[in-house]
């Protein structure tokens, strides 16, 4: 099964609301990253959280990790139409290189 | 200026064909990478190498075989193509193994086994 596992699987909003996604794992991690794909284009970084940090800002997203739960949340605030996108957890074991979970496809509504 | 470039964009084949797909990047990475998405989105790690050697040889059949003659390119042949081959291939870079720095992707090669 997938390391890395996102929640919900799909999210629809309107726009201006807040997104929360989830992302759950199993093993110990180096660091967790959160990227975004949009439609038929390529996955791209957002934000990189390592194993000892609690919470991490870039503009309107904030990142929480909970080592104790083996989970993270990404939260985009003030959601525009340009948000929609699937956004997907990675997690990087010791030595080893990422695992991706399958995504959460988010749709904000104009 | 695209960082790490693919190509082609779109390869539309026939069952049993060989293909190639070529990748660069821009950024001065020594790591770099292949990966597959499925129709359900779902990315597996395919190859990795750093530096031109292999380090990550996921379960991959022997019909595929990467090749990288130097940091900036990494290209993947594949051999006999089959219908399960039909997915979008990414490639990626970061400086360094090991999943401590961020991965920049390509924009993908959509291939479709007819």
């Known amino acids: 099964s997938q390391q890395g596992e996102e929640d919900p699987q799909a999210l629809s909003i309107q726009e201006g609301e807040n997104a929360t996604m989830n992302c759950s794992y199993k093993t110990s991690i180096n660091n967790l990253q959160w990227y975004r794909q949009n439609s038929g284009r390529g996955l791209v970084h957002l934000i990189l959280?390592?194993?000892?940090?609690r919470e991490k800002h870039s503009g309107r997203l904030r990142v929480t990790l909970d080592t104790s739960k083996k989970s993270s949340s990404l939260l985009i605030t003030a959601s525009r139409a340009a948000d929609t996108a699937s956004y997907f957890c990675?997690?990087?074991?010791?030595?080893?290189?990422?695992?991706f979970g399958p995504g959460t496809r988010l749709s904000v509504l104009p | 200026d695209t960082a790490v470039s693919q190509t082609p964009k779109y390869l539309v084949t026939q069952m049993g064909n060989d293909k190639s797909i070529k990748c660069e990047q821009n950024l001065g990475h020594d790591t770099m990478y292949w990966y597959k998405q499925d129709s359900k989105k779902f990315l597996k790690i395919m190859f990795s190498?750093?530096?031109?050697?292999?380090?990550i040889n996921e379960t991959v059949p022997n019909r595929f075989s990467p090749k990288s003659p130097d940091k900036a390119h990494l290209n993947l042949h594949i051999n006999s193509l089959e219908l399960g081959d039909s997915a979008v291939y990414f490639c990626a870079s970061s400086q360094g193994s090991g999943g401590n720095q961020p991965q920049h992707f390509g924009d993908g090669t959509r291939l479709s086994i007819l």
């Open positions: 959280i390592r194993s000892n940090e």
């Open positions: 990675a997690t990087a074991l010791r030595g080893q290189n990422f695992v």
């Open positions: 190498y750093n530096n031109k050697e292999l380090i």
